[in-house]
């Protein structure tokens, strides 16, 4: 593949490198997590989420997790589309809002229902609401439960999105996206720890 | 969807199904496009499969990552420690078919049944053994959010005997059930 691998460059990890030769043993495993990058963000078919849609929310996904040189990344991926910038300012702003300590939620009532650990139940602000409009306001409210809440997702979530316009396969891919990028932020988190500890 | 649900409401090492909460491909509907996203054709029999086979390119890829980390044990960390940092990510998030089926999985190939069903039972604090304890805490600190993984849990695996490719296979394995755990958990729900 001729683009360059994202989770290394986000990684810092130089060709040669110790951790280099590690990931090479893990060959599929790394030229598919490439893959999985390429066929959420360049992918064959936006129909059902567009290419602004999946910006903005990786953004927003991303920097919910605090500074980072993935959400650097995202960010920069965002602001050229059209609406860039004005989506951008809203996402800051709902970063700023949404962010918070995870995982919390609800059990299924039973015995682990001790467990259960309240939290921030996150909605998009009325002024982020018309900027961002009905799509991407209900898509970071259900972003912002999968990264700090899963396990409140319940059937009445799928609903939410299918009324604000998210048709069944658009939510798959959304999904995979948020999900993908809960995976992909973590690894690079991960690999420039154990650089670091190394250097 | 389906027929009744009867929803787990513990952590458990037995089987469970999963059912969706929104509508998965028809099986009579699956083009060669979703075979090829399906990877394992006998995953067109699976409900989970042929909602995630809506974006077969995606599919494709998170399942050839999903195995390569997991199975590919030519080298590094024993699949035993995959699966219990896949189990231990699960049990944390919440999880409870993924924690289920990587469970068992970390049961069948380090023969600790009733340590991986402590885990399950006491939670990510039950104390398993040195080199175990330091699995789970690793993984744990890589799912919360904030990341949490940092020097110290570096320093504990590498105590505990792990080399740096061991810890590479840790951080794959946790960090991909952040990936897995959130559609199970997001698109529909276990049944007994």
Known sequence: ?199 | MSATVNPPVVFTQNELGWVSWIDPLPEADLTERHFAGLVDRSRAKSEYFRLLVRDPEVLEARTKTDKDIFYNVADGLPRAERELAAAATSRYNGCIYCASVHARFASTYSKRRDDVQRLLDEGIKADLDERWNAVVKASVALAATPIAFGPDNIAELRSAGLDDAEIVDVINGASFFNWANRLMLSLGEPSK
């Open chain 1, 1 to 199: 593949m001729s683009t360059q691998d994202i989770i290394d460059t986000l990684a810092g990890i130089e060709p040669g490198s110790a951790l280099d030769a590690i990931r090479a043993r893990r060959l599929q495993a790394r030229e598919n997590a490439q893959k999985s990058y390429l066929s959420l963000f360049e992918p064959i078919d936006a129909g059902d989420v567009s290419l602004t849609e999946r910006a903005a929310v990786a953004a927003f996904v991303t920097g919910l997790h605090g500074e980072s040189s993935v959400a650097t990344f995202y960010r920069d991926k965002l602001a050229p589309n059209a609406d860039g910038a004005r989506l951008l300012e809203a996402i800051d702003a709902e970063i700023a809002r949404g962010r918070t300590s995870g995982p919390y939620g609800s059990y299924p009532a039973g015995p682990l229902s001790i467990e259960n650990t309240a939290g921030l139940i996150y909605r998009v602000s009325a002024a982020s609401k018309s900027a961002l409009g009905t799509r991407l306001a209900a898509a970071l409210e259900h972003a912002h439960l999968l990264v700090f809440r899963p396990r409140d997702a319940a059937a009445s979530d799928m609903k939410a999105l299918l009324d604000a316009g998210w048709s069944t396969t658009g939510i798959v891919t959304f999904s995979q996206l948020v999900a993908f990028l809960s995976f992909q932020v973590r690894v690079v988190s991960g690999l420039r720890t154990l650089a670091a500890v190394n250097a």
